[in-house]
Nanobody, 121 residues
Framework: QVQLVESGGGLVQAGGSLRLSCAAS????????MGWYRQAPGKQRELVAV???????NYADSVKGRFTISRDNPKKTVYLQMDSLKPEDTAVYYC???????????????WGQGTQVTVSS
């Protein structure tokens, strides 16, 4: 019905950069907020950054000034530019989107499959 497909994870040294992408596809008539979450081993999933349809953003304090979220609405894609990466940024990063689906009255939240980001010291 709806798929969120992430790409761009990998292994990088501390201080390096990565750019994550997440593309939504399926029977979609609209997308609201799109964002990124992460989950490190033994920890709860946490918000990294989120952007509304009209461009308002919210970032976790731990990534402010280092990460930048952006989106391309016609492409139904959200990006996360991650600079000055630290070992503590190591986690599986998940894309999330609030999606309006044709034939379904209420909007629903969908998750991507996750992409591993590993930052070595």
């Amino acid at each position: 019905q709806v798929q969120l497909v992430e790409s761009g994870g990998g292994l990088v040294q501390a201080g390096g950069s990565l750019r994550l992408s997440c593309a939504a596809s399926g029977n979609i008539f609209g997308i609201g907020a799109m964002g990124w979450y992460r989950q490190a081993p033994g920890k709860q999933r946490e918000l990294v950054a989120v952007m509304t349809f009209d461009g308002r953003t919210n970032y976790a304090d731990s990534v402010k000034g280092r990460f930048t979220i952006s989106r391309d609405n016609p492409k139904k894609t959200v990006y996360l530019q991650m600079d000055s990466l630290k070992p503590e940024d190591t986690a599986v990063y998940y894309c999330n989107a609030d999606v309006g689906v044709h034939g379904i009255a209420s909007w629903s939240g969908f998750w991507g499959q996750g992409t591993q980001v590993t930052v070595s010291s």
